[in-house]
């Protein structure tokens, strides 16, 4: 067990809708990682927040925004949702401080979206 | 831009065999190096990293790493299969702001 909790695991919706997805960071890592795992493209970065706030941004779309509140989770908003955005969602945190950065991920379970 | 290469989409190795998954990447400094294995259904789970210092690092569940910064590459080795370690591996490297780039994965399937 990552201690990093994704709720849910399953989401199925149709195009057009939004989604929001929830994460919860193992207990003492401040920074949260979005990523989206699909068959074409592979694990994408999306997003990342550090302590509430946002540290970088990889291939995120438009219409996906994500936000991290004081108590450190973090939820991902999908919107206007096309069928090219299924795919497994993963949330992942780190225990990375304002000096460093690269430390390992510890990922969660993920949320698999299904958009008909 | 960083980025991370992983040659082979699928190895298949026998039981008891040994086992050697390749990773080439590139980044323009000293990189912070890692492999992921994922099972079906799961999230990536981390078996080893390697920050510095002596190029072969020990990880989980047997699996060691070699760093050759000539070569720039960071190749995954078992000496000694299991079928538990069918799965998918993904070789990440870390750079600003911890952005992990990871490669396409190799997906392991172990024959009895």
């Known amino acids: 067990d990552s201690g990093v909790t994704q709720t849910p695991k399953h989401l199925i919706t149709a195009t057009g809708q939004r989604v929001t997805l929830r994460c919860s960071p193992r207990?003492?890592?401040?920074?949260v990682y979005w990523y989206q795992q699909s068959l074409d493209q592979g694990l994408q970065f999306l997003i990342q927040?550090?302590?509430?706030?946002?540290?970088a941004k990889g291939n995120i779309l438009e219409r996906f925004s994500a936000q991290q509140f004081p108590d450190l989770h973090s939820e991902l908003n999908l919107s206007s949702l096309e069928l090219g955005d299924s795919a497994l969602y993963f949330c992942?945190?780190?225990?990375?401080?304002?000096?460093?950065?690269?430390?390992?991920?510890?990922f969660g379970n993920g949320t698999r979206l299904t958009v008909t | 831009a960083q980025s991370v290469t992983q040659p082979d989409i699928h190895i298949t190795v026998s039981e008891g065999a040994s086992l050697e998954l390749r990773c080439n990447y590139s980044y323009g400094a000293t990189p912070y190096l890692f492999w992921y294995v994922q099972s079906p259904g799961q999230g990536l789970q981390l078996l080893l990293k390697?920050?510095?210092?002596?190029?072969l690092v020990q990880g989980i569940k047997g699996f060691e790493a070699e760093f050759k910064r000539s070569q720039s590459s960071f190749n995954l080795r078992k000496p000694s299969v299991h079928w538990s370690d069918a799965a998918e591996y993904f070789c990440?490297?870390?750079?600003?702001?911890?952005?992990?780039?990871f490669g396409d994965g190799t997906t392991l399937t172990v024959k009895p």
């Open positions: 990440a490297v870390a750079g600003y702001a911890g952005k992990s780039t």
């Open positions: 992942a945190s780190s225990v990375d401080s304002a000096s460093s950065y690269n430390s390992p991920l510890h």
């Open positions: 390697y920050f510095s210092g002596d190029t």
């Open positions: 927040y550090y302590n509430g706030e946002e540290r």
């Open positions: 207990s003492g890592d401040l920074s």
